[in-house]
C-alpha cells in the first residue's frame, strides 16, 4: 500500500540568461553553451507561462525560426523535436544543434533576425509548495483531478519526468504501489503525451483516464 | 473590513486567488518595502497602489514608501528616463550631485525601514541609489526596472549602471529590454488592473451614453485607437487605414488621447492629424483629459475592434486594455506588442497602413471570426496580462529569491 499522495503546486519565475542569437548560426553556438535550464524552459516552461500555445509550432526555438528567421523549413524541423523521447537535456540539446548543423550545412546563406527580434534565451526557477491535500485512494483521484491546478498538472505529470529515477509522472508512480490491479491505469497514464498539447486539455486527459478506470467513481 | 482578494476572486476565481495565498504562506510576517518616487500618477503608482494592499491581505507586512526632492532632483531623473530609453540628454555634474545628495537625504529618513525590511523592491531610477548608504541592510534589494532600458545614452547608462549592479537582482519587464549584469535579470512583464476604472466592466447603457455624448452612430462599426498624439503611435497612419477600409465597408474611426496642453510636440501631432482628417464626420478626434479613464473604458467597449497601429513600442499596455474588452486587436508589429497580440488569434499584426486595413475589413466582413477572436482575447489577458499574474511572480521571485539561485525550489509546510 503506497503512502496518502501528497498534492503539491508549483509557480515558476522566469530569468534572461542575457544570452541572444540573431542568426541560425548563432543559435547554434549558444545551444552548445547554454544553461540546461534554458533549453527545459523554452520546450517546456512555455507551457506553464502561458496558457496559449502556437498551433504551428510548440517550442520556442521553432516559433523564433518562423516569426524572425521566416526560415519554415528549420521551424517544421525543430518543432518536431519531441523533448519527452530525450532520456537528458544534452541528449536533447546535442539533437537541436545536429538539426540545426545539418540546415546550415544545406543552404548557402545563413538566416538572419532583424534589430530586436533576437532569440533571448530565457532559463527559469520553479518554487513548489505542499497545497496540504492528500489523496489516500486511487478511486478519490477521479473527482479531483479537474479541480487541479495547472501548477499540479505541470508539477505532477511534467516536472515529475526531470526529477524521478523512472522519468515517470508522479501519478503513476504512485500508483504501482497498490498492485497489479491498477496496471491498466498506469499504463493510460503513462501513454498520454504531454507534448503538443496544453496544461488544460492535458488535466483532461488525466482526469478522463482516472474516471474511465474508476468507473465515474 | 473588506478583503480585495475576495474582489478580484469575482473576477480570476478562487483557484488563482488559492494559489497566490499558498505562494504567500512562506512569507508571511516578513517586511517587504516597495520605494518609488510617487503616489499618484503613472503606471508604476497605478500597480503599487494594488498589490501592495494585496500583500497585505495575503499577510505580508508590505508598505510603500516614496523618495522626494527638490525641482533639480526631478530635473535630473527627467532626463535620467529619456536617455535610458536611448534619447542623448546629458545630466551636468551639478544636477547628479543633487541626485546623490537627494538619495542620501531619502536614504537617512527611510534607514531604520529599509535597514530592517527583509525584501525591498526599488522602483526605477530616481530611488536607485538608496542601496549604496545602506551599510547594515539585512533583506534583499532588487531593482525593479520599467522602462525600456534595451539602447540607452551610454553615458548615462553607464553612471546609474554602477549603482544598479550592486543589488542582489534586478527584474524587467521583457528579455529585449534588459541589460547585462552580475546577478539574476528576473523577468516580468507588466499587468492591468482588471478593478480599475480604465478596466472595470460597464453598464451597457453606461458605454451607450459615451459613445453619445461624442457623436458616434451606433449603427455603423467602429474602430478605434486609444493613445497620445505621438508619431511612434502613427496616428496618421490609422486615417489611412481607416480610408482603405472606408473604399468597401462603412467605418467610423476614433482616435482618442490625452491633452496635449502640456507636450509641445503633441501639439503639433494632434494638429497633422486634425489636418489630415480634414472635415471627414465619421471620424472623431477626441482629446480627453488625463483622468477620462472610464470614458476610454467605455470607447473601447463601445468599439468592434481596436487598433494600435505603432510603428515602436515599448510594452504597449493599452493593448492588453483592448483585448480585456474582448476586442480583436489590430496592432504594429513591433516591441512588446508581439508578446500581446498573436498574430490570427487574439487579433494580427501589421506592418503597414495597408495591413491593417485588410485586416480590419476582413473582421467586419467575418462578424463570427471577430467575435470568436474578441472572447478569446479576453481570455488571452486574463490568464496571462492581470494584476493577479503580476502579483504571483512577485511572490515567486521573493520565495526564490530567499532560497538560492537552485532551479527548483521545494517549500514544505510547517513541522513537516
Not at chain 1, 516569426?67 to 544534452?90: C, F, G, K, Q
Not at chain 2, 551599510?135 to 525600456?148: A, N, P, V
Not at chain 2, 476582413?362 to 499574474?389: C, P, W
Amino acid at each position: 500500500m503506497s503512502e496518502e499522495f501528497k498534492l503539491r503546486d508549483c509557480a515558476l519565475i522566469t530569468i534572461s540568461t542575457g544570452e541572444q542569437a540573431q542568426n541560425l548560426r548563432e543559435l547554434r553556438d549558444r545551444l552548445l553553451v547554454t544553461h540546461n535550464g534554458s533549453i527545459y524552459y523554452h520546450f517546456w516552461g512555455v507551457m506553464l507561462r502561458h496558457t496559449y500555445i502556437d498551433p504551428e509550432y510548440q517550442n520556442d526555438f521553432a516559433v523564433w525560426a518562423s516569426r524572425a528567421l521566416h526560415d519554415h523549413v528549420i521551424a517544421e524541423r525543430l518543432s518536431l523535436i519531441d523533448p519527452n523521447v530525450y532520456p537528458s537535456i544534452d541528449d536533447l540539446r546535442r539533437e537541436l544543434v545536429e538539426i540545426i548543423e545539418q540546415h546550415l550545412y544545406d543552404r548557402e546563406h545563413v538566416p538572419w533576425a532583424r534589430t530586436g527580434e533576437q532569440f533571448q534565451f530565457t532559463r527559469s526557477q520553479i518554487v513548489v509548495f505542499d497545497t496540504n491535500q492528500r489523496v489516500g485512494m486511487p478511486e478519490d483521484f477521479a473527482q479531483m483531478i479537474q479541480r487541479m491546478s495547472l501548477g499540479s498538472i505541470f508539477y505532477h505529470f511534467i516536472d515529475s519526468r526531470r526529477r524521478t529515477d523512472e522519468s515517470l509522472n508522479d501519478f503513476s508512480i504512485w500508483l504501482s504501489g497498490f498492485g497489479d490491479d491498477y496496471i491498466p491505469l498506469i499504463n493510460t497514464l503513462n501513454s498520454i503525451d504531454p507534448y503538443f498539447t496544453t496544461l488544460t486539455n492535458l488535466r483532461d486527459e488525466i482526469s478522463g483516464a482516472f474516471i474511465t478506470f474508476t468507473g465515474g467513481a | 473590513m473588506e478583503n480585495m482578494l475576495d474582489n478580484y476572486a469575482a473576477v480570476v476565481g478562487d483557484e488563482v486567488i488559492g494559489h497566490l495565498k499558498q505562494l504567500a504562506e512562506p512569507l508571511k510576517g516578513m517586511k517587504i518595502i516597495h520605494v518609488n518616487s510617487t503616489k499618484e500618477g503613472g503606471g508604476v503608482a497605478e500597480i503599487l497602489n494594488r498589490i501592495v494592499p494585496l500583500k497585505r491581505d495575503l499577510g505580508i507586512d508590505a508598505s510603500w514608501e516614496v523618495v522626494t526632492g527638490n525641482s533639480q532632483f526631478y530635473q535630473c531623473t527627467k532626463k535620467m528616463h529619456n536617455s535610458l530609453q536611448g534619447n542623448r540628454d546629458d545630466i551636468s555634474e551639478a544636477l547628479l550631485r543633487n541626485f546623490e545628495e537627494t538619495g542620501k537625504n531619502n536614504y537617512e529618513e527611510l534607514r531604520d525601514k529599509l535597514d530592517d525590511a527583509d525584501v525591498v523592491f526599488i522602483h526605477d531610477p530616481q530611488p536607485a541609489t538608496l542601496l549604496s548608504f545602506s551599510s547594515g541592510r539585512k533583506g534583499k534589494w532588487l531593482w525593479r526596472c520599467h522602462i525600456d532600458v534595451s539602447r540607452p545614452y551610454r553615458p548615462v547608462w553607464k553612471y546609474l549602471r554602477k549603482y544598479v549592479e550592486e543589488y542582489d537582482a534586478s527584474i524587467w519587464s521583457l528579455s529585449t529590454f534588459t541589460q547585462p549584469m552580475p546577478h539574476p535579470l528576473y523577468l516580468i512583464p507588466p499587468s492591468i488592473d482588471p478593478l480599475s476604472e480604465k478596466n472595470i466592466d460597464l453598464p451597457g447603457e453606461e458605454v451607450e451614453a459615451v459613445m453619445a455624448k461624442y457623436g458616434i452612430d451606433r449603427s455603423m462599426p467602429v474602430i478605434t485607437q486609444i493613445s497620445r498624439f505621438d508619431r511612434f503611435k502613427d496616428p496618421v497612419g490609422v486615417i489611412k487605414t481607416y480610408r482603405h477600409i472606408r473604399k468597401s465597408i462603412p467605418v467610423q474611426l476614433i482616435l482618442a488621447g490625452g491633452g496635449a496642453t502640456d507636450d509641445p510636440e503633441g501639439a503639433e501631432v494632434l494638429k497633422e492629424v486634425k489636418d489630415f482628417a480634414g472635415d471627414d464626420p465619421d471620424i472623431h478626434i477626441l482629446e480627453l483629459p488625463p483622468d477620462a479613464h472610464r470614458e476610454i473604458n467605455a470607447l473601447q467597449r463601445g468599439s468592434d475592434i481596436i487598433i494600435q497601429k505603432s510603428l515602436k513600442e515599448g510594452f504597449g499596455l493599452t493593448v492588453t486594455e483592448g483585448l480585456w474588452k474582448g476586442k480583436p486587436v489590430v496592432a504594429g508589429n513591433t516591441g512588446g506588442i508581439k508578446l500581446q497580440v498573436i498574430d490570427h488569434y487574439n487579433g494580427f499584426l501589421v506592418n503597414t497602413s495597408e495591413g491593417a486595413a485588410l485586416r480590419t475589413r476582413y473582421l467586419l466582413k467575418h462578424r463570427h471570426i471577430l467575435e470568436d477572436m474578441g472572447s478569446k482575447a479576453r481570455q488571452f489577458v486574463l490568464e496571462n496580462f492581470l494584476i493577479t499574474r503580476h502579483l504571483r511572480e512577485y511572490l515567486t521571485l521573493v520565495v526564490a529569491l530567499l532560497h538560492g539561485s537552485d532551479e527548483r525550489i521545494e517549500l514544505e509546510l510547517p513541522g513537516q
